[in-house]
């Protein structure tokens, strides 16, 4: 069973940066496409960013709103993802969750229900 913690959230200021990981256990690390999601009160999940499998060329994924700003990143020697994000915005305020499966075909790469796996989230709060 995979089982997927977030830390490193927190509280930051408009404009600044802060890195979100996400430590993977229990499955074969490198077999995994590992995504971000978030969710904002009263809204939906929206996808964030994702990378594929190593066997998949570690290929990376983003979503319009975050492009150019957060970078998705991956240490498969110690089953680690990282989600550094930079020039933050109030509207970025969410609970950001990583998420992992197998076998993730690309046209579903945004779909949170292409996941199996789900931590418990993070939250990050951009104050203006």
């Not at 930051?12 to 074969?28: H, I, K």
């Not at 492009?67 to 020039?87: C, E, H, P, W």
């Amino acid at each position: 069973q995979v089982q997927l913690l977030e830390s490193g959230g927190g509280l930051v200021q408009d404009g600044g940066s802060l890195r979100v990981s996400c430590a993977v256990s229990g499955g074969t690390f490198n077999s995994l496409t590992v995504g971000w999601f978030r969710q904002a009160p009263g809204k939906e999940r929206e996808f964030v960013a994702a990378i594929r499998s190593r066997s998949s060329g570690s290929r990376i994924y983003y979503s319009d709103s975050v492009k150019g700003r957060f970078t998705i990143s991956r240490d498969n020697a110690k089953n680690m993802v990282y989600l550094q994000m930079s020039s933050l915005k109030p509207e970025d305020t969410a609970v950001y969750y990583c998420a992992a499966g197998q076998g993730i075909i690309l046209s579903s790469l945004w779909t949170g229900g292409a996941y199996a796996y789900w931590g418990q989230g993070t939250q990050v709060t951009v104050s203006s």
